[in-house]
């Protein structure tokens, strides 16, 4: 069993930045990806960032140039550093790790509890 924990959410005012922490802990052979993904009120779940074990990343839209993912592979944590932030920013924040328990490769998918982000003045 594999356990995600996220921190630094919070209220910040358009133009701000936060940055969002994803640690993993448990059973963790190896991790071939994170990723962030966000809800807000109405809407479905998105994902907006990947890095993946090489160190490539993936970015939606809406997010490149003003969003970084990174990853920490010492200590299995996951970073989504947010500048420039938006009142559209506004959502539950997700993370989700897929990683493998053995060498084997059977892949398994974890999420973490969310975290709120709000941005407004």
């Known amino acids: 069993q594999v356990q995600l924990v996220e921190s630094g959410g919070g209220l910040v005012q358009p133009g701000g930045s936060l940055r969002l922490s994803c640690a993993a802990s448990?059973?963790?052979?190896?991790?071939?990806?994170m990723g962030w993904y966000r809800q807000a009120p109405g809407n479905q779940r998105e994902l907006i960032a990947t890095?993946?074990?090489?160190?490539?990343?993936n970015y939606a839209e809406s997010v490149k140039g003003r969003f970084t993912i990174s990853r920490d592979n010492a200590s299995n944590t996951a970073y989504l550093q947010m500048n420039n932030l938006k009142p559209e920013d506004t959502a539950v924040y997700y993370c989700?790790?897929?990683?493998?328990?053995?060498?084997?490769?059977?892949?398994?998918?974890?999420w973490g509890q969310g975290t709120q982000v709000t941005v407004s003045s």
């Open positions: 448990g059973r963790v052979f190896s991790i071939a990806a």
């Open positions: 989700q790790v897929d990683y493998r328990t053995t060498s084997r490769l059977t892949t398994f998918t974890t």
């Open positions: 890095v993946f074990s090489s160190g490539s990343t």
